[in-house]
């Protein structure tokens, strides 16, 4: 806002009785005002705040901006308050901004120099405080880039650690089982980080970073039962924190219902659903407590501190070995948890078809064969010659199986 003059023209404000330097509104009999003020007069709630100051005339609820008066206001002569220079009044709020004529002070918060635009590069130049300044501002961005890099070093080293360590795990689980098996019929291999198994019905592409972190394992069919002869392969994932947090069992499974469905009481309609189904889910691995993706419910498998209060039984614990785990899922097979069930299908058949559910387990087990299982280690996990022992240099396994280790 100008300031106030003596004299008046016909672009004052009505409220501050100055040239408006700003928008410039007006009433419905063309009375001008400053937007500001005029904002101001009608939200001060005195009376007649809502009518013109010059006429009463009731104030319009959309302000009427009148360009017209800006555009004069505009063109009228002034001058530059600093240099005097000559110009129009819509070019001041310009050149005060670039004026060499304009009061500055110095840059330096603790300098009491005052003087104009112009003179203050030559007082800068010369003043203490600003090339103290300087220097500390230099001296911290050099040690701020310092401490970055040596921040991204860290961290770097960090996700190296991690991996080293993960990886130093999923051996010492693969040696363990080697030296230690479950049993007889029992085989673990290191499967490699580019390994891509999903095509053969496991949840599980490429490893980011390429670290070794998965095991595949051979779990053999329970003697004396149905799931004798069979060679199932069990995916174990081992996770950032392990032992922490149990590793991820996984069996091959596609297809399959996701959640437990109301229970039919009928056989017939069973068999005939389950009929249905196991034509177009022959992939999928059947049991009561596996679920559709794959994943083992069994508690002994699972991380007590996410499901504590929500299911009874011994939970995972870090003392708890591979070998031990590989145990606990092949008893699981033919002893599973009804009342804990993960699919829908061996369920209902488990309950009200059992010689139909036998059957197809032992059809099951006659699908996953040693030489199945075989095909998926040449594919997918590493292979080292014959009697070589220990590790290469770039960290890759060379155990054979059978030989210790």
């Given at each position: 806002m100008a300031a106030r003059r003596a004299e008046t023209t016909p672009f004052d404000c009505g409220v501050c009785l100055s040239v408006p330097d700003e928008q410039v509104h007006q009433c419905r009999n063309g009375h001008l005002f400053c937007a500001g003020c005029l904002h101001t007069h009608r939200s001060s709630g005195q009376q007649n705040s809502n009518k013109c100051p010059q006429c009463r005339v009731a104030l319009p609820d959309e302000p009427i901006r009148c360009l017209l008066a800006e555009q004069s206001i505009a063109a009228q002569p002034n001058a530059c308050p600093h240099c005097n220079a000559a110009m129009t009044r819509g070019e001041i709020a310009g050149h005060v901004e670039r004026c060499p004529r304009r009061p500055v002070t110095c840059s330096a918060a603790a300098c009491t120099w005052h003087g104009t635009a112009a003179e203050?590069?030559?007082?800068?130049?010369?003043?203490?405080?600003?090339?103290?300044?300087?220097?500390?501002?230099?001296?911290?961005e050099h040690w701020q880039a310092k401490i970055t890099t040596l921040q991204e070093s860290i961290a770097q080293m960090q996700?190296?650690?991690?991996?080293?360590?993960?990886?130093?795990?999923?051996?010492?689980?693969?040696?363990?089982?080697?030296?230690?098996?479950?049993?007889?019929?029992?085989?673990?291999?290191?499967?490699?980080?580019?390994?891509?198994?999903?095509?053969?019905?496991?949840?599980?592409?490429?490893?980011?970073?390429?670290?070794?972190?998965?095991?595949?394992?051979?779990?053999?069919?329970?003697?004396?039962?149905?799931?004798?002869?069979?060679?199932?392969p069990l995916l174990v994932e081992l996770p950032g924190d392990y032992p922490i947090r149990p590793p991820e069992f996984r069996f091959p499974a596609r297809e399959g219902p996701s959640l437990l469905q109301r229970p039919l009481t009928n056989s017939a309609k069973v068999l005939a659903l389950a009929t249905a189904q196991h034509q177009c889910n022959v992939n999928g691995f059947m049991h009561n407590n596996v679920y559709p993706s794959g994943n083992i419910c069994l508690t002994t498998l699972m991380d007590g501190r996410r499901c504590q209060g929500e299911l009874g039984g011994r939970f995972w614990h870090?003392?708890?070995?591979?070998?031990?785990?590989?145990?606990?899922?092949?008893l699981l097979l033919n002893d599973p948890n009804n009342d804990d069930p993960a699919q829908w299908l061996p369920f209902?058949?488990?309950?009200?078809?059992?010689?139909?559910?036998?059957?197809?387990?032992?059809?099951?087990?006659?699908?996953?064969?040693?030489?199945?299982?075989?095909?998926?280690?040449?594919?997918?996990?590493?292979?080292?010659?014959?009697?070589?022992?220990g590790w290469t240099a770039d960290g890759q396994h060379r155990i054979v199986r059978g030989q210790g280790g």
């Open positions: 203050r590069e030559a007082h800068e130049q010369a003043c203490a405080h600003v090339v103290c300044d300087r220097m500390l501002k230099e001296r911290d996700k190296e650690h991690d991996k080293r360590r993960l990886e130093e795990h999923c051996l010492s689980a693969y040696r363990d089982c080697a030296r230690h098996p479950p049993g007889p019929d029992f085989r673990v291999e290191i499967v490699k980080p580019g390994a891509d198994m999903r095509d053969d019905g496991f949840n599980s592409g490429p490893v980011a970073n390429g670290i070794m972190c998965r095991l595949l394992c051979q779990v053999p069919g329970p003697q004396g039962t149905d799931w004798a002869g069979g060679c199932f870090p003392s708890f070995t591979i070998a031990e785990a590989l145990l606990s899922v092949q209902q058949l488990y309950k009200l078809a059992r010689k139909e559910h036998d059957r197809r387990v032992r059809e099951q087990a006659a699908r996953y064969t040693a030489a199945a299982f075989e095909d998926l280690v040449e594919r997918h996990c590493i292979r080292a010659p014959f009697g070589v022992e």
